[in-house]
């Protein structure tokens, strides 16, 4: 599922999310966003590849409302972007699961979206050690778990993307949809 492109000024903000294993396909996708995209995706947009389950009216502290979730093993999520700095927001709970992060061609991350309490719009993933300019997310649904969650969901309510350091940190969050 391709999400329409969104940009504001410098910014750019998404909703989105989960990982896990990041097959060669996606590797590949990657390296090819540092010059020109990834697989049909373009700079901006957020493309989703798997059972993704978007949820929107929440008052429940979710950004906006709206949420990307997803527990199937191998679900993506894909994003080219220009920027700086970048954060990820996701619920955290005791059903949450884990999934693998790709900044460029860095190292995979691990996140754990477990809490033993539910917990909205959580900060689960920083960078601030970005070079201005062109880069690419890859968010992958593991299937995973901590040892303590009773489920394996991955859930995403926004993606920040800064692209200068002067611009302060503005939120705008795009329906899936």
């Given at each position: ?40 995706c373009s700079l901006g947009e957020a493309c989703y590849v798997g059972h993704w389950e978007f949820v929107a009216g929440r008052s429940d502290g ?116």
């Amino acid at each position: 599922m391709k999400a329409p492109s969104l940009a504001h000024t410098s910014m750019l903000v998404l909703a989105v999310v989960c990982l896990g294993f990041v097959a060669p396909a996606a590797a590949s996708g990657l390296k090819q966003a540092r010059t020109g995209g990834i697989a049909g995706c373009s700079l901006g947009e957020a493309c989703y590849v798997g059972h993704w389950e978007f949820v929107a009216g929440r008052s429940d502290g979710r950004y906006q409302g709206r949420s990307a979730r997803s527990f199937t093993r191998g679900d993506s999520l894909a994003i080219p972007f220009y920027g700086s700095r970048l954060a990820i927001y996701g619920l955290t709970g005791p059903t949450g699961g884990k999934a693998e992060l790709i900044v460029d061609s860095d190292p995979p991350v691990t996140l754990d979206f477990y809490g033993p309490q539910r917990r909205t719009h959580v900060l689960v993933f920083q960078a601030s050690h970005l070079d201005r300019g062109p880069h690419a997310l890859m968010l992958v649904v593991s299937g995973l778990r901590n040892a303590r969650s009773n489920g394996s969901y991955v859930n995403v309510d926004q993606v920040q993307v800064d692209a200068t350091a002067r611009d302060a940190w503005r939120r705008l969050v795009e329906d899936p949809r």
